[in-house]
Each structure stands twice: as structure tokens, then as C-alpha cells.
């Protein structure tokens, strides 16, 4: 096909693309943003088919079908509460295929003898470098997730020493590659460090923080499309590239803003490894009791009930409990209560983690209630439910400067008239520090795995009547 | 078509303002459906990969092309098809509300 | 720089993007200002008549680039400064509220 | 200076001024947006003036020199009710400098004899073609809106069929032009079709309309530069005229909406003209007289008064109000009564033309209240006080489905408890139409200048009390 014509395509694939993403702006539209996404990558890839000089279509086809295959695979197969590690493991193969690419590139200038230039030995670098540190950082990120390792922070002295010196030592050799894009062996040394750097940058990350790494870890694998985009002189792959670099950004910054953390503070803070004995001194100086409650009791309230805003939290998840809730909420709803569900932007281990799963359950996105929208409504609610959710509803964040959590955003149950909290027992959430919410007169815990606790109210409220 | 570097940067830039931009207008809902479906467009670099992996001779290039074109397939096909079977599941409320 | 239709195309058609994004997000309150000052924009054009006007020899050419100048100029300075004469006027509430 | 660093100055020129745009996002940052837009295209000038090829400095310093004085003049001296026919005036100067700058360059393709290639032939015809309408289409709109000329629409027999005979002839010599870039015949005859056509398509269109039009014409004038960004080759131009582009049908479009009219019906409708009489016939079957009250009799209905809304209209600006109605707003507030302001989205004649003016009379913008936002306001309103607006409080909008307005979206003041109108006679307003609301037994006329009104109104209360 006509040089020209072809990169008309990827303008076309590009605006399809970016199209799409726009889609995904409303729930109704989002489902065709995806195809239309989809869409535009299908016109690059036929686009590229197209070009001239590339001719080995078996092997091509080959490695469409296996890759195909494996994504079908993995994306029926997977639950919905193992969203976070799924974007990982996903993501780490994009950020790999640049790699791979990136050091294609390399081999083939290197084969011909011919030095590249301008801006393309900087690009391959960037791409190597990038989408290596993607690969290793977003496998490790799995990993925790999916408990293949612990999802602890690994800690040890000297460790930022550490990892900086190795940073500047992989800067260095790029520099090197970028002098003499020739010379292969800085190369290598650049690959390993750039593989070792991705597990060393993300084991020091609490399992929980993960989300934000994941997030920032799909903004690089965008980067480093984006530098594979000026390696072969391609407008399509620097577009798509770039808009993915942005989306993971403003995603970690949702994230950082909505734990009230700063990026520096996640990523080197070992959250959930030292922190967490120092905080939980902090507010734990006395020694409260909270009282434990029966689903009975809570169903009694509930036969008084008006209203009643649901708060889940990364224990819902954990249990499974998505659909034994929805259950609930229709049965309350049978009973004339008005049922909300409020979702803070951090509840669960990924952003807008709480809609999908409750979603999936066949909630109406309508009553999933943002933070800012619902926070006003508790005092008025009757009863705030809350089911596996810890630090985003503890009052310490709104009042007591001392905490690890001050500052950040919570959703206001304590003001509700009676809180109900199910969690199996008096630890803490992911930040490591109690929660004087648990003592309040007002509060009632209602301790067990959140599914089981659920299912019990369902039965509880239902016998009652 | 990007051997003029000012022209690669004008495009780089301006589509990360476009990024920026239509990002930032999806609601918080739609949080980890963005996540994934953004996550399978830099998988995009399976342009990259069949460029690499397509030429004739058999050479160490090609191979990583194929290995690139595998791991960049995962990512589009997984990230697309999980994100449809999540958008999917978002429904408006039903009459009986 | 843009000898390539296609790379000029792309620059166009994303700034065509940035400004639909950008345009849209400014309010009503704005929307005079949003007008003159984009007016004003449009006075870029000054640019193209600065190269015309700007060669050594007087030709026809040279007389329409510096009728254009003017013309350019009077759109640009005055775009800009009647825009910053309505935008220094909107004032939020002072105490007394 | 190096020709890629002055390119990437045009690449830090358009940076500078979308941001400068993004700024304009809200009234806080707004100044300084328009400030970083001034710099952006600063840095563009500049940047040109370093060109290679760039000598005649006097010839430039001189062109500048002139055009600034002219440009300072116009934007201190103009009146803020006379926006309108500002920004046509400067808008017209930017089309002409747009189709100037493409003949230019068609000219010295001419005299060196080399033929243009590629796109540009295709961009010169764009850009003398849409600068050249943009440029007499502007300066028709100019004249209108200043009564230089009459404000009605002129419209003949076979308007539309001339039109568009004379479209096609001269999109024919452009294709001509395109074939054959150095034939000059179909050049000449092209500018004098374009500048032809831009004042005999701006005729038909009534004074009122006139704001659609410049705001078409100032999306025009930004394809314009476009265009010669393509002759050029600049992509400095290009982004800038894409950005003005896309922002001129913004508004465009969002004027349409809020008159619920297709922008078909503006450019051709003739509205203003045969309509007028028409749809005054339509509702004014029966023969109703409306009352007249004084001053006097609506300081009774405020001295009881805890609430008033402000709706200003086309008639505030003509009769220079907005400082009466200023004082009015203040006394009314130190008398404890709470006073906000309705804006309506094409209340005046500019979109957000009633927002400068108020805030030229030190209105704060937090008190002017866009229309769906106030609208459920009214009927919790003792006072709606309707200042010289009249179609865009029209309540046939909402109930009339024969009424040429119906459909528009409108400020529902019939709904408040008392309603005053401030207008000099029973004429319809633009649209031609009588409006119920007239009528309405809660509604009291007060008529006279609008400025005149305000200030006996504030004497009024003043007195009572
Ligand atoms: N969403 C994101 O994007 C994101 C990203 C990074 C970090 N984070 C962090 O993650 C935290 C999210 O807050 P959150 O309130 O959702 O969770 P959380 O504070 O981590 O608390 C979850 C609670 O659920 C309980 N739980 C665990 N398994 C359970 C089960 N099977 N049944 C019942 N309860 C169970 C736990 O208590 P028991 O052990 O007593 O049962 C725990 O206190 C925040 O600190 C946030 O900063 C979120
Ligand atoms: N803003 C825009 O962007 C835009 C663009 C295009 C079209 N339009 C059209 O313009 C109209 C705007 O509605 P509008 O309600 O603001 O105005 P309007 O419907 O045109 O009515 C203005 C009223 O003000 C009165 N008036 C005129 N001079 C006055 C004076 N000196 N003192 C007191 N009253 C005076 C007139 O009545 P008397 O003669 O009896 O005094 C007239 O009824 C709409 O039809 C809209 O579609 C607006």
C-alpha cells in the first residue's frame, strides 16, 4: 500500500482511538468507546500489515493467535476482584513488547551497520529502558496481588541508596548507548539493570499501594510506546502512546490526591512496613473495648429504618460479598428503605474498584454515590453500613493531626444516626491505625467475614417481618 | 512521516494535552474500566512488533518481533475483552425503581 | 517543517481535538471574553505576514504582506487588550457579602 | 536563527497559548490566561522575525507600529455594550490578513515561476477564499451591528438560488486555481466572488442574528490562518487557526441551542424579516391590554420583599442600565431582601454579553446565576425583575408548540410571586412575538427606558422607607 496512504491510516487509527477514550466518559457511551478503542487498533494493525517489507506473515499470524489466545483466556477466566492483578500482569506485557521492540530496532541498525540518527538512538534507549523497568516492575506488582509472594513492603538498610546508585549506573550506560548507539555491550548492561530496577523499585511498595504503582506503571508503558513511536518514525504509536502516558498520570494523581499521599510518599514511603507499628501507637494510648453485635440486632434498627447508605470497602472484595449485599439492599428496598451505596475514590485496591464489583452484582450505577455528593446526606441517614471498609470512614482523618491518614478525604458515617461495621475482627485496614469509629455510642460491629454477615442480615431482617 | 523531530514533538505534545484533557473527564465510576481499556491501547506497540517481526530473513530481530508481537497481543485482546466484560456489567437502573 | 501532508494533517486534526476540549470546558460567565480573546488568536496570521512582507525586494508581494501586518496587528493587540479590559472587570465578591 | 529551533519556538508559541485558553476556564484565572495567550503568540513573532529571509525590518516595524495604534484605540475607546461589533471589526482584520498573506505568496510562486505542490495550492484557495468572505461578511456584520446600515434583514426573490450560483462559480475558479496554481485569471475573479459573497451572505441575516454570524466568522477566520499555516508550512499557524476554529463552532453551536434555532435557520432563515410579521400574528389573536404601574407601586410590593431576581435583557444594554441597575441591587440587599442575577445564554446579543456588562458595573460573578442553575429559584422568589429581556423570558418557549420560539429553552420568571417588567412599549423583542407573560396578573409593566426605570425604582424604595 501506498507510504502516504498508510499513515493516514494510523491518523485514522489515532483519532478512532482517541474517539473511543472519550466514550469512556459516561457509562452509557462506554461500552461502544471500548469497541471504537478496539477499532482503531484493529486499523493500525491492518494499517501496518500493509506496509511494505513486511512479508513473513506466518510467523505474524503466529504470534497473534498464541497472544490472542492467552488474553482470551486470561480475561474470561478472571474474577473481578482480581482486577488490580490482571492490569498488572496486562500491562507488563505491553510494557515488554516495547521493550522487545526498542531492542529489535537496535539489532537490525546494528545488523546493517548503519548508525541511527537523530532523535531515534535517545527513543531506543528510552524504550528499552522504560518498557524493561515496566516488564519486571508490573510482574512483581502480580506477584504481591496475587499473593504469589507477601504483599509486605521488603525493606533493608541502604535500600534508596541502593536502588539510586543502580538508577544512575542504567542512566549512564544509556548515555552511553546514545553516544555509540553501536556498541552493544552498554546495551546489555542496560537491559539487566533496567529488569533488576523494575523488582527493586516496586518490593519496598505495600501490597496495598500497589494500585498506584500499577497505575503509574501504565502511564510507562504508554511512555515507552511512545518512544518505540519516534524509533520507527510512527505518529500512531507516539499518539496512542501519549495518551496513555497521560491517562496513567491523572490516575495516580486521583489515587495520591484521594489517600491525601504524595507519588514520593507511596512509592518510597514502605507504607505498610514501618509505618504501620509507629501509627497504630498513635492513637491506640488508651485501651477501648468495642461492643460486638448479632445480625439480629442489627435487623431490629433496620425495622425502624427510613434510609441506609452502604460503604464498601476492600473487605467486601476480599469476601466475595458483592452479591450477598446486593441481596440485602433489595430486600431492604422491598421494605421501603431507600438504599445508597457511597463509594470513596481509594475503597477496594484500585480506583472505582467498589463500582465494578457492585456492578457485577447488578447494582444500577445510579445508586453508587460518589464521596463529595453523599457526605451531606449522612446526618440525615439512618443507618450507614459498613461492609469491609476501614480507613476510608475513620474519623482520625478528619480530626486528629497526629494520624498517618490526617487529611485524607473520608466518608462521614460516623454523623449517620446508627453505623453498622462488618469486619472479622479489631484489626486495622491498610494504613495500620485504629479506628476510634469502632467506639462511638452510635456504632454497632458486627464481626464475621462479610459475606456470611451479610447473608445472616439478610435472613435476620427478613425473619422480622 | 516523523523524521522532522519538531514534528514528532508538536504531535507527542499535543497529544498529551488531548490525553489530559479527555482523561480527565471520566467520572470516578469509570475508574478501573479507564484503567484497563488505557492499559490495552499501549499495546499498541504491536505495530512496532509486527514492523520488526515481518521482514523476510530470520534473524535475532525477528524473533524478539515475535516474542513482542505475543506479549503486545496479550495485552490488547486481555485488556479489551476484560474491560468490555466489565463496562458490560454497568447498568442503569431497572423500572422496578 | 510540514512537507509531510500526513504529519500536517495529524497536527492539525489534533489541535482540533485540544480546542474543541479546551473550548468547551469554559462557562458561560466567560463566554464574551472566550470569543474576543479567541478572536484574537486568530491575528497568528501576523506570522505569515511578517515572512511576506519581510524580503528584501518590494514587490506586489511585499506591499499585501505589510497591509496584511497591519491588519494582523490591529486584530492581535486589539483582541487581546479589549479581552484583558473585560476580564480585569469581573471581580468576585468583595467582604460586604 | 536555526531553522529547528524556531520551530520548536512555534511548537513553545502554540503551548503557550492553549494553556493560555485552558486559563480562560474560570474568572480567577481568566487575566492571566489572556496574558499567557498574548505571550504565546509574542513568542511567535519573535520567532519569526529571526527567520532566515526576514530583512525588511522598517517595512515590519512599521506595519506593526501602525496596526498596534489602531488596535490600542479601538479596544480602550470601545464601549462594553458595543462588544459585539468589536470583535466582528477585529475579526474582519484577521480573515483579510489571512487572504492578504495567501495572495502574497501565490504572487511570489508567480514571479519566481515555480509551481506550487503538494497541498499548497489547495491551502492558498482555502485561505484566500474563506479570508476573503470572513473579511466582508465581518466588516457587513460591523456595519449592522453599529447602525452604519439597517439591522433588518435584506432579502429579495431569489436570494438563496444567486447565492448559491455565485458559491458554486466560485468554488469552480478555485478548482481551476488548484489545477493551474499560476494562471492568475481565476485568482482574481475567486477574490472578487469571496468578498462578494461574504457581504451578500451576511445581508439576509437580521441585526440580531449577528452575533451567530461572527461567531461562524470567527471560527472562519481561525481556518483562515489555518490554511496559510498549510501554504506555509507552519505549524504554529496551523495549531492556532485549528484552536480558534474549534472554538468559533463551539459558540456558535451553543448559541443555536439556547435559541433552539438549527444554525440552517440563522444563515437562512431571514430572521427579522418575513417572520416577524407572521409570528406576531400568531399569538396575538385576541386583543389583551397589559397594565401599566409606576416606580412607586413596585417599592410597595419590595418593602415586603425578601428575595428578588434580576433578569437583564438586550434592552439593559441599549439603554447603558447595568450602573442603575447596580445601585438598585445594592439598595435592595441593604434592605435584607437577597438579589441574584439570571443570566440567560443568549440574553443579549453576544453569548455572555450580560455578564460583562454586570460586571463592568462591579456586579461580583458569584451573583450571576446561569439558567439552570436559577430556575428552580423563582418560585421561592417574591420579586422577578425583568430588565428590558423579553423573548428570553417568553413563557410560550414552554407551552406554545405554534409560537416560532417554542422549544427554546427560557428563564421561567412567571413562576415567581411578582414579576416586574421593565420595557419602553408593548414591541415584541427580537424574535417578534408577543409574550403572555405580559399579561399574567401577577405581572406589573413598568414602562420606560430601562435606565431611567432603575434609577426612579431606586429613588422609590429609597423613599418608603
Ligand atoms: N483503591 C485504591 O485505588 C487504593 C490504592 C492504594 C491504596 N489504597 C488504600 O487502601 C485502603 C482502602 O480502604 P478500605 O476502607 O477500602 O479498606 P481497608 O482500610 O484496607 O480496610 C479493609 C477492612 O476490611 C476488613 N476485611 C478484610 N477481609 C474481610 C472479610 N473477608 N470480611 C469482612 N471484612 C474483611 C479488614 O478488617 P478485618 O481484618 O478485621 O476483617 C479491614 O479493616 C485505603 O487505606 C487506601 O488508601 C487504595
Ligand atoms: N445573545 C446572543 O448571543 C444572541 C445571538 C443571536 C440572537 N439573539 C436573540 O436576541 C434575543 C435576546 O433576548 P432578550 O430577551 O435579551 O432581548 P429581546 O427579546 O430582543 O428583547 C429586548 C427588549 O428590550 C426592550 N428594550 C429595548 N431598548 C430598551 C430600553 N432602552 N429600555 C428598556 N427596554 C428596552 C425592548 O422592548 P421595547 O422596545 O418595548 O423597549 C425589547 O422587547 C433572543 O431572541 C435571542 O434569540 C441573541
Not at chain 1, 505495600?206 to 515507552?224: E, K, T, W
Amino acid at each position: 500500500m501506498n507510504a502516504q496512504l498508510i499513515q493516514f491510516a494510523y491518523l485514522a487509527s489515532a483519532v478512532l482511538l482517541i474517539v473511543g477514550m472519550r466514550n469512556l466518559g459516561s457509562p452509557k457511551t462506554a461500552p461502544r468507546g471500548n469497541l471504537i478503542a478496539a477499532a482503531g487498533l484493529l486499523v493500525a494493525v491492518v494499517a501496518t500489515l500493509l506496509v511494505q517489507g513486511v512479508v513473513s506473515y506466518g510467523t505474524i499470524l503466529a504470534g497473534i493467535v498464541v497472544g490472542s489466545a492467552i488474553g482470551v483466556v486470561l480475561a474470561t477466566r478472571i474474577q473481578m476482584t482480581a482486577m488490580p492483578q490482571m492490569v498488572a500482569l496486562l500491562n507488563g506485557f505491553g510494557g515488554g513488547a516495547s521493550a522487545l521492540v526498542a531492542s529489535a530496532e537496535l539489532l537490525s541498525y546494528v545488523r546493517v551497520g548503519e548508525e541511527p540518527t537523530g532523535i531515534v538512538p535517545l527513543a531506543i534507549v528510552l524504550g528499552v529502558l522504560i518498557g524493561g523497568l515496566t516488564f519486571t516492575g508490573s510482574l512483581v506488582a502480580f506477584a504481591k496481588l496475587q499473593e504469589l509472594v507477601s504483599g509486605a513492603a521488603v525493606v533493608y538498610p541502604g535500600q534508596q541508596f541502593v536502588n539510586g546508585l543502580l538508577a544512575l549506573i542504567t542512566l549512564g550506560l544509556g548515555a552511553a548507548m546514545v553516544m555509540n548507539p553501536l556498541g552493544l555491550d552498554p546495551y546489555f548492561g542496560m537491559v539487566a539493570l533496567a529488569l533488576l530496577l523494575g523488582v527493586l523499585l516496586v518490593i519496598p511498595i505495600g501490597g496495598a499501594d500497589m494500585p498506584v504503582v500499577i497505575s503509574l506503571l501504565n502511564s510507562y508503558s504508554g511512555l515507552a510506546a511512545c518512544a518505540t513511536g519516534f524509533v520507527l518514525g510512527n505518529a500512531g504509536l507516539v499518539i496512542s502512546g501519549s495518551l496513555v502516558g497521560a491517562s496513567g498520570i491523572i490516575l495516580t494523581k486521583i489515587m495520591c490526591d484521594a489517600m491525601n499521599r504524595s507519588l514520593g510518599n507511596v512509592l518510597f514511603g514502605a507504607f505498610g512496613a514501618v509505618d504501620q507499628t509507629v501509627s497504630a501507637g498513635a492513637s491506640g494510648g488508651e485501651q477501648r473495648t468495642a461492643k460486638g453485635y448479632t445480625p439480629e440486632d442489627a435487623a431490629v434498627i433496620f425495622s425502624n429504618a427510613r434510609s441506609c447508605i452502604i460503604v464498601p470497602g476492600y473487605g467486601m472484595a476480599v469476601a466475595q460479598a458483592q452479591h450477598a449485599v446486593r441481596e440485602l439492599s433489595d430486600l431492604l428496598e422491598s421494605k421501603d428503605i431507600s438504599v445508597k451505596f457511597a463509594i470513596h475514590p481509594v475503597a477496594g485496591r484500585m480506583p472505582g474498584h467498589m463500582n465494578v464489583l457492585l456492578a457485577e452484582a447488578d447494582v444500577p450505577y445510579e445508586n453508587l454515590v460518589e464521596m463529595d455528593q453523599i457526605n451531606s446526606e449522612f446526618p440525615e441517614t439512618d443507618v450507614a453500613l459498613v461492609i469491609g471498609a476501614n480507613d476510608v470512614v475513620n474519623p482520625d482523618a478528619r480530626t486528629d493531626k497526629g494520624s498517618p491518614i490526617y487529611g485524607m478525604p473520608i466518608l462521614d458515617v460516623d454523623r449517620a444516626q446508627h453505623v453498622f461495621v462488618i469486619k472479622r475482627s479489631m484489626n486495622p485496614g491498610f494504613a495500620g491505625v485504629q479506628n476510634p469509629l469502632f467506639f462511638n455510642d452510635n456504632t454497632m460491629m458486627i464481626f464475621g467475614d462479610a459475606k456470611g454477615v451479610a447473608l445472616k442480615l439478610v435472613e435476620a431482617v427478613r425473619d422480622l417481618s | 512521516m516523523l523524521d522532522n523531530p519538531a514534528a514528532a514533538l508538536t504531535i507527542f505534545v499535543l497529544a498529551i494535552f488531548v490525553g489530559f484533557e479527555v482523561i480527565s473527564k471520566v467520572p470516578p465510576l469509570l475508574h478501573t474500566p479507564l484503567m484497563s481499556g488505557s492499559n490495552a491501547i499501549s499495546g499498541i506497540t504491536i505495530v512496532g512488533a509486527i514492523l520488526a517481526a515481518g521482514s523476510e530473513e530470520r534473524t535475532l530481530s525477528t524473533v524478539l518481533g515475535f516474542v513482542a508481537i505475543v506479549f503486545a497481543t496479550i495485552n490488547v485482546v486481555g485488556g479489551f475483552l476484560v474491560t468490555n466484560r466489565m463496562l458490560s456489567m454497568f447498568k442503569k437502573k431497572p423500572d422496578r425503581a
